[in-house]
């Protein structure tokens, strides 16, 4: 599912922008089916444009009947009208999106014999201190086994020894649920520490699901900006994906 909000404080009416000569919205819906990976692909909208843009295209649209605060509430709903054992959130606005990460989303529940599992999603490594301090990203601590101990926008964990080789992880917001888990979504009361850091995926933390991360070689490029737009349509007529 890739929930489609026509709005956005920073880039308004960002996926309908054309990205040498089909709209954002439309090249993200066609990379994800592009990776032959799903049953079916829904983009899940509030807004008329986009249904007519991507129903254009012979894509599937489901519409959201009430007003959402996340990503995970609009498609939640969603999930509600379709089938599914496992549904994956890919962002709208990431139009070179790739089949490996995904699959591996997909191979985190296959080997989860237990079904422990209520959540995966991805991460990279990142060394820059700069990046590191920036609250735009999501840092993420791991135990053993890769699943996750807490989110933040702080530079976790601190570096109080500065001799120890810390490695530090990015978060990239693509995640995949077991159908359950999302359903139960907004049931599930916003507590402190999302209500602070503004980060959904500790709401499944504070309830206790486990959830469990991939770590991915491959930089997830969105379309925030102006100027990410360019470097988009860049990208393209270079013949890079």
Not at 151 to 157: G, M
Not at 191 to 196: H, M, V
Not at 208 to 215: A, D, I, R, S
Request: with cysteine; proline share 4%.
């Amino acid at each position: 599912m890739i929930p489609a909000r026509l709005q956005a404080s920073r880039f308004p009416k960002k996926l309908l922008k054309d990205l040498c000569g089909k709209t954002v919205i439309t090249r993200t819906y066609e990379a994800t089916v592009n990776t032959h990976l799903f049953d079916e692909v829904y983009v899940v909208t509030d807004s008329l444009q986009i249904k007519t843009e991507i129903e254009a295209h012979g894509g599937k649209v489901l519409m959201s009947v009430k007003e959402h605060e996340c990503g995970s509430d609009r498609i939640a709903e969603a999930a509600d009208m379709v089938e599914g054992d496992i549904i994956i959130n890919v962002q709208g606005d990431e139009p070179f999106t790739r089949k490996e990460p995904l699959q591996d989303l997909i191979e985190v529940f296959k080997n989860d014999i237990r079904q422990e599992i209520s959540v995966a999603s991805l991460v990279h490594t990142i060394e820059d201190w700069q990046e590191i301090e920036n609250p735009n990203n999501v840092k993420v601590v791991l135990d053993n086994a890769s699943c996750v101990l807490y989110f933040s926008r702080a530079p976790i964990p601190y570096p109080r020894d500065s001799s120890v080789n810390t490695v530090y992880y990015k978060h990239i917001g693509i995640y995949a649920f077991r159908r359950s888990a999302l359903l139960n979504f907004p049931n599930m009361k916003m507590c402190q520490n999302e209500a602070t850091e503004k980060l959904e995926g500790i709401r499944f933390l504070e309830h206790g699901m486990k959830m469990k991360m991939v770590e991915t070689p491959y930089k997830v490029i969105g379309i925030d900006t102006k100027e990410d737009l360019e470097k988009a349509k860049l990208q393209l007529q270079n013949g890079e994906h």
